[in-house]
C-alpha cells in the first residue's frame, strides 16, 4: 500500500513538473535539492521524505494535501490577488509573494527577510523580472506612489555603487528598513532618501551606513473589492 502511494505521490510531482515547463535540472534547482537525488526520488530508488515534499510545499507553494492525497488543488497556498486575473501559483516564471513589510519592525537579514516560510503564494505577471520578489509595503510616506498596504517588486543590487538617481529603492540602515527615492547628495559620501508625501522631510544618510538597497522595480495596488 505504502509503495503504491509512493508511485502516486511521485506521478503528481511529475505532473508538476510539466505544468511548470521545468526540466529535472531546473526542478530540483527551485526546490533546493540535488539533480541526482532528485531523479532518485522520481525512479522510486530513494524513499520519500518529509523533508523532500515539505521543500516542494515551501518553494513552490504547493498544497501538501495535494501532494500527499491527491485532494485539494495543486496550488491551494496561494492567497495573493492583483487587479484583473492575471495571478497564478507556480510557474516558472513565477514570483514569490512574501508575507513581510519592508517598513515594519526592526530590520532584519536579508536571509531572514526572504525565508522559505515567508512565502504565501506566487504571482505571473508580465514584464517581471525572474529574479524579483514581493513584499508589503506600510505607511504613507511614498502615497500616492505606493500606498499603505500595496505590494512591491524588488530585486537586489549586486552593486551598490552604481545607482539609478531618482528611483525607490527599499534602504536597509542599522535599525530599519526604508522605502524611499534615492537622490544626488552635494557630499558624494551621502545620498538624499526624500519621500513622495511632502509631508515627509528629506533624510541624509551616509553611503557607508546604508548595509542593503533592493531596487523597486514594481507597484502592485491591491483592489479590495474583488
Known amino acids: 500500500m505504502e509503495q503504491e502511494k509512493n508511485a502516486e505521490i511521485i506521478g503528481r510531482i511529475k505532473y508538476l513538473m510539466k505544468e511548470m515547463g521545468l526540466k529535472q535540472v531546473q526542478f530540483a534547482e ?12 522520481l525512479n522510486a530508488h ?34 495573493v490577488r492583483v487587479d484583473g486575473d492575471n495571478t497564478r501559483a507556480g510557474g516558472a516564471d513565477a514570483t514569490p509573494v512574501y508575507d513581510v513589510d519592508v517598513t515594519a ?17 506566487w504571482v505571473n505577471l508580465p514584464n517581471m523580472s525572474p529574479d524579483c520578489r514581493i513584499v ?14 500595496d505590494f512591491v517588486a524588488v530585486r537586489e543590487v549586486s552593486n551598490p555603487n552604481q545607482i539609478y538617481w531618482g528611483q525607490i529603492y527599499v534602504i536597509q540602515l542599522d535599525d530599519f528598513r526604508l522605502v524611499k527615492y534615492l537622490r544626488r547628495h552635494t557630499d558624494p559620501n551621502m545620498v538624499v532618501l526624500r519621500s513622495e508625501n511632502p509631508n ?5 544618510v551616509r553611503r557607508s551606513d546604508i548595509h542593503e538597497m533592493l531596487l ?10 474583488l
Open 136 to 149: 508589503r509595503v506600510s505607511g504613507d510616506s511614498m502615497a500616492p506612489v505606493i500606498k499603505d498596504g
Open 216 to 225: 523597486v522595480q514594481h507597484v502592485l495596488h491591491l483592489n479590495t473589492r
Open 105 to 121: 519592525g526592526v530590520a532584519s537579514g536579508r536571509n531572514e527577510l526572504f525565508a522559505s516560510e515567508n512565502i504565501v503564494g
Open 200 to 204: 515627509y522631510d528629506d533624510m541624509d
Open 30 to 41: 527551485r526546490i533546493g535539492v540535488d539533480t541526482s537525488n532528485l531523479s532518485k526520488y
Open 46 to 79: 530513494m524513499p520519500l521524505s518529509e523533508s523532500f515534499l515539505n521543500r516542494m510545499v515551501v518553494n513552490l507553494g504547493v498544497s501538501k494535501e495535494w501532494l500527499l492525497e491527491g485532494t485539494d488543488l495543486p496550488f491551494g497556498k496561494n492567497v
